[in-house]
Each structure stands twice: as C-alpha cells, then as structure tokens.
C-alpha cells in the first residue's frame, strides 16, 4: 500500500458529484404551488359561481293576493336580517382569511431565515472541513516524525542490546 493511500486512505469516490455535493435539491414545484386546502378558488380551481335565490322569479307579470303579499313580506324581513347576519359573517370570514394569510407569510419569513440561517451553518462546517483537511499533511509530517524517532530508538536499543549481547558472550 502507498504512503499516500496508507496516510490518507483510498477513496475512489474522491471528486464525484455525489447527492451531498452536487448542489442539487428536494423541491417540488407541484408541492409548492398546491393549493392551501381543498376547495380553495384558484385559477385551477375558479369555484362554481353557484348564486342564491330565496323566491323563484316570476316569468310574467300577475298580481298577488293578500295573504302571498304578506308572507313575500315576511319572508322579505327575514331575508333582509339575514343578509345582514350574512354581511357580517363574511366581513368576519374575510378577516379570519386575511389573519391567516399574514401568519402563513410571517411563517414562511421564518422558514427562510432558517434556511438561510442553515445554509449559513452548514457553509461553516464546510469551511472547518476545508481547514481541518488542510491540516493533515501537518498531521502527517508530525506522525512521520514521531514514526523517525521511535525508528531511530529502536534502532539505537537494539544497537546497545547487541553490544551488550556480545560482552556477555
């Protein structure tokens, strides 16, 4: 094995693009564009443009008796509060809508400054990375060294082992 290959291993996938480094991403462009709930009108989905009608409409002109007058009046006052009624419930939907919305986008403004914020993050380690790489062949020359000296003391044991081998004998 070379000292190259034995110091700083064998990797053969050193400089493929590779998932982790090729920039790549997980987006979904139909996940993004989804609708926010279903039933809501966007342009692909414009709604029914059903209307309401209380009364049905009268073809022709005719006249009414007493009693179909006083209860089309009745019927009118009722359906008059109700509009009311109706006014304000929709003034209080569009205003729940318009709540939500806000707090949609204010959670989508967080979400990107997480994002940018991680990219950030991860941009920093990848920078140590760089550094900590940069330092190996430092690392490498320390540990060759040390690998010298213990070679040089050992040779230098084994050079007083045999001196003192051969006086003995």
Same mark, same amino acid.
């Given at each position: 094995?070379? #000292?190259?290959?034995?110091?700083?291993?064998?990797?053969?996938?050193?400089?493929?693009?590779?998932?982790?480094?090729?920039?790549?991403?997980? %987006?979904?462009?139909?996940?993004?564009?989804?609708?926010?709930?279903?039933?809501? %009108? &966007?342009?692909?989905?414009?709604?029914?443009?059903?209307?309401?009608?209380?009364?049905? %409409?009268?073809?022709?002109? !005719?006249?009414?008796?007493?009693?179909?007058?006083? !209860?089309?009046?009745?019927? $009118?006052?009722?359906?008059?509060?109700?509009?009311?009624?109706?006014?304000?419930?929709?003034?209080?939907?569009?205003? %729940?809508?318009?709540?939500? $919305?806000?707090?949609?986008?204010?959670?989508?403004?967080?979400?990107?400054?997480?994002?940018? *914020?991680?990219?950030?993050?991860?941009?920093?380690?990848?920078?140590?990375?760089?550094? #900590?790489?940069?330092?190996?062949?430092?690392?490498? !020359?320390?540990?060759?060294?040390?690998?010298?000296?213990? *070679?040089?003391?050992? &040779?230098?044991?084994?050079?007083?082992? $045999?001196?003192?081998?051969?006086? $003995? *004998?």
């Amino acid at each position: 094995m070379s #000292l190259q290959l034995r110091l700083f291993g064998g990797n053969s996938d050193a400089g493929k693009i590779t998932a982790g480094n090729d920039g790549g991403h997980a %987006i979904d462009k139909s996940k993004v564009l989804q609708a926010t709930a279903p039933g809501v %009108i &966007t342009p692909l989905n414009p709604g029914n443009f059903d209307s309401i009608r209380t009364a049905p %409409i009268v073809p022709a002109p !005719r006249y009414f008796d007493r009693d179909e007058a006083d !209860r089309l009046k009745e019927l $009118a006052k009722e359906k008059t509060d109700g509009a009311r009624q109706s006014k304000r419930a929709y003034q209080a939907l569009g205003k %729940i809508e318009e709540a939500d $919305a806000k707090v949609h986008k204010e959670h989508r403004k967080y979400e990107g400054a997480v994002a940018d *914020n991680e990219l950030k993050k991860v941009r920093s380690n990848a920078s140590l990375a760089k550094k #900590l790489h940069g330092l190996r062949p430092g690392y490498a !020359r320390l540990g060759l060294g040390i690998d010298k000296a213990e *070679n040089d003391a050992r &040779t230098r044991i084994d050079a007083i082992k $045999a001196k003192l081998t051969a006086g $003995a *004998n």
